[in-house]
């Protein structure tokens, strides 16, 4: 059980008790509130003035659970139960928080020894007040989840793989070359060449180079080294450029809008005939997927 103190109201239940001193002069050992709803159960929250047994010092609260016919052999959960006093001197709640299991053979759990009966009535605690106490109780229903469950290879000592591509007519490409999808790793890629830039760019400044990951499956994301080249095949020259990235079944394409300024690529012997020549290197480097 924990204890704090809070200026948060209690959202489930506020309990006036007016005359408090006088509950046991009325015969009542214990009081059971109305009842409320949360985590599709009913609840009640019992205060028992002179203790759990009635022969104590101390008060005790207990809450348990009204509509027991609700629960079902199967029915097994945890819930987080609050028990608030009132402090009307300083306009505050002190909570005591704790966490219990319940099912169809534990439908009641409580504190019973919350406060003393002599720490509560004190005038200067400010808990009592005209000889009236504030009581409040808040029940919050940890819902059974599954947890999902993720299984991460990682690939050590992997063989980069490498794939060419010529592109004939490269002047001619208005909008992307696409390449035929590949396999790396069990999965499937595709590389996009834009010949004369992405549209955010000036068109005809630069040439646009990306992979794209195709079809993976729901959850699976694939960690890789990929080093994208363009060659010249006059004098051997190679402009390279690599990234590492997570890629996602959402399919986003990752590589470099500006790749290459095409005013170098002429310069540089990296257009042959009006052909282009590219290449990809993938290195898989870790795996994530859905473990059922």
Not at 208 to 221: A, I, M, T, W
């Amino acid at each position: 059980m924990s204890r704090e103190t809070t200026c948060a109201t209690p959202t489930n239940l506020l309990m006036k008790v007016q005359s408090f001193s006088s509950f046991s002069k009325c015969g009542i050992d214990k009081f059971e509130s109305r009842a409320f709803e949360s985590g599709d159960y009913k609840w009640k929250m019992i205060i028992y003035p002179n203790g759990y047994y009635g022969d104590d010092d101390n008060i005790s609260v207990y809450f348990y659970i009204a509509d027991t016919y609700s629960l079902t052999v199967d029915s097994d959960f945890k819930a987080i139960i609050t028990f608030y006093i009132y402090n009307q001197k300083k306009d505050k709640y002190s909570s005591f928080r704790g966490t219990a299991r319940f099912n169809v053979l534990k439908t009641k759990w409580g504190i019973s020894k919350v406060i003393s009966k002599k720490t509560l009535m004190d005038p200067s605690n400010g808990y009592v007040r005209d000889d009236i106490c504030v009581f409040g109780a808040e029940v919050f229903v940890i819902k059974k989840q599954h947890p999902i469950g993720e299984f991460l290879r990682l690939v050590e000592h992997t063989t980069p793989t490498k794939h060419k591509w010529t592109i004939p007519n490269f002047s001619k490409v208005e909008d992307v070359w696409g390449s035929e999808e590949f396999f790396v790793g069990h999965h499937k890629w595709k590389v996009n060449l834009h010949p004369k830039g992405v549209a955010s760019l000036p068109k005809g400044r630069y040439m646009s180079f990306f992979l794209e990951p195709r079809g993976f499956p729901p959850h699976r994301r694939v960690k890789a080294e990929v080093s994208m080249h363009i060659i010249s095949v006059l004098n051997g020259l190679e402009r390279s450029k690599t990234y590492n990235h997570w890629f996602t079944a959402s399919g986003e394409e990752r590589g470099f809008p500006k790749f290459i300024e095409i005013a170098d690529m002429i310069a540089g012997g990296f257009l042959h005939r009006d052909c282009c020549f590219v290449e990809v290197e993938i290195t898989v480097q870790a795996i994530a997927k859905a473990d059922h």
